[in-house]
């Protein structure tokens, strides 16, 4: 697997067939580097929230999905809308949910790797892990930001703060993606019990329970 350069990335831009790369919109020539795209933060940011949650159990989400469930349980996640020209303060020891303000479809012989940008690592700014673009991938791309340092990060809507690479595969996959976050527009909580129920082990059948975003106690529904 090997890494594009930055002439590869342009062919890859500019092709009209089924290796054509999208990132948009690329606001300046100059987020095009040596081996990457700088991906710049988009208007929107969830910030991660306790609530009237102690911890997370996958085991919630094993329960049935239906709307009420599900908004429940990413009620943990606090939305905010900035307007270019506003900042949002990111606070030492706080998870936000940031999306790329560019689209972004890979073909199917490309993987993508998104880091932190290193200016902005040295001022204690993360994200959270490296996060992998699949192959045949579309949408914005969810940056995890955290605060490592000791002082509140000002961070604006437009602003650079990642950079994604893209690696050539040997063999492409006779699939496309399909997971769960396929055309993302914002976002969002994901599923942590997809494809692992087996390993997660059934709650015993108590009265201790969620409530739902109706207001009811539901067994079968969200309880724990």
């Known amino acids: 697997m090997s890494a594009l350069s930055k002439k590869a990335i342009e062919q890859?831009?500019?092709?009209?067939?089924?290796?054509?790369?999208?990132?948009?919109?690329?606001?300046?020539?100059?987020?095009?580097?040596?081996?990457?795209?700088?991906?710049?933060?988009?208007?929107?940011?969830?910030?991660?929230?306790a609530g009237g949650q102690s911890h997370v159990e996958p085991a919630v989400y094993k329960k049935v999905k239906d709307h009420d469930c599900v908004r429940y349980k990413q009620q943990k996640h606090e939305r905010v809308d900035i307007p270019f020209g506003k900042p949002f303060l990111l606070h030492p020891g706080t998870l936000a949910l940031v999306p790329t303000l560019e689209w972004v479809h890979l073909p199917v012989d490309l993987q993508g790797i998104v880091t932190a940008r290193s200016s902005w690592a040295r001022e204690g700014l993360n994200i959270a892990t490296a996060t992998i673009v699949n192959p045949d991938y579309r949408g914005i791309i969810t940056l995890e930001l955290a605060n490592f340092g000791e002082i509140p990060i000002e961070l604006y809507p437009g602003l650079r703060l990642a950079q994604i690479a893209f690696y050539l595969l040997d063999d492409a996959p006779a699939e496309g993606y399909d997971g769960q976050f396929k055309m993302s527009f914002e976002p969002g909580a994901g599923d942590i019990s997809q494809d692992d129920d087996y390993f997660i082990p059934a709650k015993e059948n108590k009265k201790e329970s969620t409530i739902c975003g109706n207001g009811s106690h539901d067994s079968d529904g969200c309880s724990i």
């Open 12 to 49: 890859r831009l500019s092709a009209t067939d089924f290796k054509r790369l999208t990132v948009s919109p690329i606001l300046d020539r100059r987020q095009i580097g040596p081996s990457s795209i700088d991906l710049r933060m988009g208007n929107v940011v969830m910030v991660a929230k």
